[in-house]
């Protein structure tokens, strides 16, 4: 219950003293050939919404690819293509799901049942009832506000799954099933697939020395500097901690192990800054880099081959790259 009222508030669904809407009132186009009817809608919905109007079907058309949250379309006079409009609307993607209320003549079954038939979300009779107005037009915007609030945070849950939330990297899984769809190609004669794993050099000591937060700091300004060293079809990822995995399909080792030694220099070479640049310190990484070999070979073999590089780069030293 708490997560809803929560979520009400976030939508704006509370009311007034008056009982009216507050914070959710929403833009409503209104397409109608009748300039006297448009405006008389208009000022009953301007109490809660903020409402346009285009009384050319065309112009109604492309106003509705802007950010409105319902469409009140007068589909009563025959000479005004108010049902062509609704169509139009319907099958281009933006606008597919907009809310569709269509003001219809009683009598006229026929425009009435092809309104519904067109997926409009509500009806309003003629002549138009100003309190039925309000309520059906309230019903709609509250519903597109929920819908969208909804896509939102699924789209937010989505992108949250696959993303490392300190780094803003790809995140393990995400790599995961990528390499696994490089790696199946490259088993079956497709091209080749590098993986560099990275580990940054004495990272405890970051920590201790100047805090956790500078150690995030430079976890950031690492994964900015990785992603700004490898191509847009290479996927770089954070594994956890201070490791990091480039997966570079379509690279040949040699390739690969060039593009890892570019990585190392750059970090070694330029302080990261921390602390609000109080502090200036040189961090070094060890590379280890491997390819697929062919048929057999799986994601865990090759980052396995990548991993024991990094292991022979920290045993000899560290600030270097292994192949
Ligand atoms: P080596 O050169 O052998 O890799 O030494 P290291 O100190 O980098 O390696 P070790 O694995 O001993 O320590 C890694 C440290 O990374 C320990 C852990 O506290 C720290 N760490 C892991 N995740 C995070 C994080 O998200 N933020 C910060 N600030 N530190 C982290
Ligand atoms: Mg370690
Ligand atoms: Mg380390
Ligand atoms: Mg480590």
């Keep these: 219950l708490r997560e809803r009222e929560e979520s009400g508030r976030r939508l704006g669904v509370t009311t007034d003293g008056a009982g009216r809407l507050r914070g959710s009132g929403g833009r409503v186009l209104i397409v109608d050939d009748n300039p006297r009817q448009a405006e008389k809608i208009a000022a009953e919905l301007e109490r809660e919404h903020r409402p346009t109007i285009e009384t050319n079907a065309g112009d109604g058309l492309v106003a509705s690819k802007g950010s409105i949250d319902l469409m009140i379309v007068n589909v009563a006079a025959a000479e005004f293509d108010g049902l062509r409009l609704i169509a139009q609307v319907r099958s281009a993607e933006p606008t597919r799901h907009l809310p569709i209320l269509a003001v219809v003549d009683p009598s006229d079954r026929p425009r009435l049942v092809k309104a519904l038939e067109l997926g409009v979300n509500d009806i309003l009779m003629k002549p138009v009832d100003p309190e039925e107005l309000a309520a059906r037009a309230r019903t709609q915007v509250r519903r597109k506000r929920y819908t969208d609030f909804l896509k939102e945070k699924l789209d937010y849950s989505l992108e949250m799954a696959v993303t490392d939330a300190l780094t803003g990297l790809h995140n393990r899984r995400y790599m995961a099933g990528q390499l696994q769809a490089f ?22 000591k970051v920590n201790d020395g100047f805090g956790h937060d500078a150690g995030d700091e430079v976890l950031r300004e690492f994964a900015v500097r990785l992603a700004t060293n490898v191509r847009a079809v290479d996927l770089p990822c954070r594994m956890g901690g201070e490791e990091f995995v480039v997966v570079m399909p379509g690279t040949k080792i040699e390739d690969a192990h060039r593009i890892a030694e570019r990585i190392r220099r750059d970090v070694g070479s330029t302080p990261f800054r921390v602390m609000g640049g109080q502090e200036h310190l040189t961090v070094t990484i060890s590379i280890g880099v491997a390819a697929t070999i062919g048929a057999g070979d799986t994601p865990d073999a090759l980052l396995k081959r990548a991993d024991e590089g990094v292991y022979e780069a920290k045993a000899t030293g560290r600030d270097r790259v292994i192949a």
């Design 183 to 204: 790696v199946t190609r490259a088993a079956q004669g497709g091209e080749p697939v590098s993986v560099l794993v990275l580990d940054i050099d004495h990272f405890k």
